[in-house]
Every structure is written in C-alpha cells, then in structure tokens.
C-alpha cells in the first residue's frame, strides 16, 4: 500500500539516513549506496552524482 512507504527507512552508505520518503536533498559530487528497508536496508542501488546534478531513486517497495 502506499502509506507502506513510510515505515521504510533510508540508508546512504550503510548509515541511517532518515524514514522515506526524502526530498530535496542536497549531496557532493560522488558514488553513493542508497538502501531502503524497515529494520535494516533490504534493497540498494547505486548513485553517481556530479557536480550540480539531480537525480531521483526510486524503489518498488511492493516486493518487500
């Protein structure tokens, strides 16, 4: 269900990030693994980022 997503956490290279969903927020150019799950990260992907980009991660929670 939608409201599932926010009893997700979010993790940015293995550290506690804060509960999903996350906006706007603002990172240095480089690689970065971000996990999503309840009680510990259950689904990661990885992001580079350069100087001034934008990107947005999704995760089909459906499958947790």
């Known amino acids: 269900a939608a409201s599932d997503v926010y009893k997700r956490q979010i993790w940015i290279n293995g550290k506690p990030w804060g509960p999903a969903p996350l906006k706007g927020e603002s990172m240095a150019p480089g690689t970065y693994k971000i996990s999503v799950g309840q009680a510990g990260p259950t689904n990661t992907k990885v992001v580079r980022l ?15």
Do not use: C, I, M, Y
């Open 50 to 64: 350069k100087a001034g980009q934008r990107k947005s991660v999704h995760f089909d929670l459906t499958a947790e």
